[in-house]
């Protein structure tokens, strides 16, 4: 009895499939492009009012959009002047299982966090030029505010040396939050691009 082709074939496509199996699995457990992240809550350093949990919903929904896995936590950035993980974001981290911690403040260039802000004190002179009934302050045209700077740092588990740790300088104008949120998609993307090269 000679045998089929089919027969023939058998091991080639027992080969093919067991291989198909082997590499479908390898893929599954690699993470995403560019790992899980988690992004802690923006912290205002300002003094200025600005919508946080939008500005960090916006940011994860953003690093979303550059194709990584990014989850908002619930502790905070520290409001300390250096960027680092505090305890609630390494637990958090270790909790969620990401592969990256984002950390992100928005700060005033011109104060100094070391140093209480004194307000000055005018005796016995010309307060200001400026009319007080007038809102603009004698300009027309749109009313520009001072910069702020968006420090930001990534992060990898278990780490005290960051990945990446810069920041943006944003000139904002009209609503400070909107104009805010300008800044952190432009966060987001430095952040994706920095993760897709790891």
């Given at each position: 009895?000679?045998?089929?082709?089919?027969?023939?074939?058998?091991?080639?496509?027992?080969?093919?499939?067991?291989?198909?199996?082997?590499?479908?699995?390898?893929?599954?457990?690699?993470?995403?492009?560019?790992?899980?992240?988690?992004?802690?809550?923006?912290?205002?350093?300002?003094?200025?009012?600005?919508?946080?949990?939008?500005?960090?919903?916006?940011?994860?929904?953003?690093?979303?959009?550059?194709?990584?896995?990014?989850?908002?936590?619930?502790?905070?950035?520290?409001?300390?002047?250096?960027?680092?993980?505090?305890?609630?974001?390494?637990?958090?981290?270790?909790?969620?299982?990401?592969?990256?911690?984002?950390?992100?403040?928005?700060?005033?260039?011109?104060?100094?966090?070391?140093?209480?802000?004194?307000?000055?004190?005018?005796?016995?002179?010309k307060v200001s030029s400026a009319n007080a009934s007038d809102p603009l302050g004698g300009q027309s045209g749109p009313q520009y505010r001072d910069p702020l700077d968006v420090n930001f740092a990534v992060?990898?588990?278990g780490s005290p040396k960051s990945v990446l740790n810069t920041k943006i300088s944003d000139q904002p104008s009209g609503n400070v939050s909107d104009s805010m949120m300008q800044a952190v998609d432009r966060?987001?993307?430095?952040?994706?691009?920095?993760?897709?090269?790891?």
């Open positions: 009895m000679r045998p089929s082709r089919c027969s023939s074939f058998l091991p080639f496509i027992f080969l093919l499939a067991s291989t198909s199996l082997a590499c479908s699995q390898e893929l599954s457990s690699q993470p995403e492009t560019g790992g899980k992240v988690c992004v802690a809550a923006v912290n205002n350093r300002t003094g200025k009012s600005l919508f946080v949990e939008r500005m960090t919903e916006r940011l994860a929904r953003s690093l979303g959009e550059s194709k990584l896995n990014a989850v908002v936590m619930d502790s905070a950035t520290t409001s300390d002047r250096e960027l680092r993980p505090t305890l609630g974001n390494s637990e958090e981290l270790k909790r969620r299982e990401c592969d990256y911690l984002v950390l992100t403040q928005v700060v005033d260039p011109k104060s100094r966090p070391t140093e209480p802000v004194i307000p000055p004190i005018s005796i016995g002179g992060f990898r588990p966060e987001a993307n430095r952040i994706g691009h920095e993760l897709k090269k790891k």
